[in-house]
């Protein structure tokens, strides 16, 4: 079931809306739809409400008093914001995208693009998932907040980041976070991740500060990734990486939160690692529209105040072109695509 999106919602949130509903009802969605969505919150003075398909379809058309006509004004200028954000995503990704804007007659309609290469396939199967994991935690998508569908949010979206941030440095990577799939213990895993870098030493023991407590969890760092050279000598490419499927991914810090992580090395693998922060949703969530500047200075503002502490904003644009960069890991990442995919198309049937 899918949540009618609110009228205060960021551009962002309304368009994954838009997508969504495409791709749950499989259908196209028009902008008439669009427009009948915000009347039904007109109307109704609710936000959040379930929208009934069939409601919304009965919404078409039907004649308002001028109180809803002059709001309705007001939707129609929001149904040409989202048509902006789609545009931005279709321009971005090209045949990456999975959906396709068609314009006819005055109007415009989402509708879903099936890819035919492997590789296509597999970056459109890694934006569906990050769609999905998206608007099950901004509740778009309706489930059952009792059942394991979160965990496997977490757990998809791990494998997805862990796949194309060997991609990013053009290397390998290692899943440091807890719990990793090998069930390692911290001490373990940095002994691991250290040999096969072929960088840094690593403590025998755990180090002082550190509490045995905390002595089986991630140091935090969720990701590390690597590129070394044929010459066998220190300083390659590391990088470490922060995974947020939540709300909270603007205070998650990988700056703030490494410290643990450094104290297990006698010799730190890179002495200025790359930092990086994974996230299913798109870096412009949360921007609102301002009155005084353009749309895109406030995204590109608000994206170059969190490097400095989140690093590199790898977001779902970047993770599905990511995704079909390069040829020679075609099959992991399709597979890894498949996976994630498959296991939140699942989750939602199962509701």
């Not at 959040?48 to 058309?61: H, K, P, S, Y």
């Not at 308002?64 to 321009?91: F, K, P």
């Not at 970056?123 to 489930?143: D, G, H, N, P, V």
């Amino acid at each position: 079931m899918v949540s009618i999106f609110s009228p205060k919602a960021t551009r962002a949130r309304s368009a994954d809306w838009v997508e969504l509903s495409v791709l749950i009802e499989n259908r196209p969605m028009t902008n008439g739809r669009i427009v009948s969505a915000q009347r039904i919150l007109i109307e109704n003075g609710d936000e959040g409400e379930i929208l009934e398909q069939d409601d919304l379809d009965e919404a078409v058309g039907i004649d308002y008093d001028n109180d809803v006509q002059m709001a309705d004004n007001s939707a129609e200028e929001r149904c040409q914001i989202i048509l902006e954000e789609l545009e931005s995503r279709s321009h971005a990704l090209g045949d990456m995208y999975p959906f396709e804007i068609v314009k006819r007659y005055g109007g415009w309609s989402l509708q879903r693009r099936e890819g035919e290469l492997r590789h296509i396939v597999a970056a459109q199967k890694s934006y569906l998932a990050c769609l999905l994991m998206t608007c099950a935690r901004t509740e778009l998508l309706e489930f059952d907040r009792n059942s394991d569908l979160v965990q496997r949010i977490g757990n998809a979206f791990q494998a997805l980041a862990f796949v194309n941030a060997a991609e990013l440095v053009g290397g390998e990577a290692y899943w440091m976070g807890s719990p990793r799939p090998d069930k390692s213990t911290m001490l373990d895993a940095i002994s691991r991740l250290s040999k096969k870098m072929g960088l840094g030493t690593p403590h025998d023991t755990r180090p002082p500060g550190i509490s045995s407590a905390n002595a089986v969890k991630d140091g935090g760092v969720d990701i590390v990734a690597w590129r070394t050279f044929r010459d066998g000598r220190p300083s390659g490419i590391v990088l470490y990486g922060q995974v947020a499927s939540g709300e909270d991914w603007r205070s998650k810090s990988i700056q703030g939160n490494i410290g643990d992580f450094k104290t297990y090395f006698k010799d730190l693998p890179a002495e200025r690692p790359l930092l990086a922060m994974f996230m299913p949703r798109v870096a412009n969530d949360h921007v609102r529209e301002d009155s005084v500047y353009s749309y895109e200075d406030s995204v590109n503002a608000e994206i170059t105040k969190h490097d400095g502490e989140l690093g590199l904003i790898v977001d779902r644009l970047r993770l599905t072109e990511l995704t079909v960069n390069s040829a020679d890991r075609q099959v992991t990442r399709t597979e890894k695509s498949d996976i994630a995919f498959a296991q939140l198309w699942s989750g939602h049937s199962e509701q």
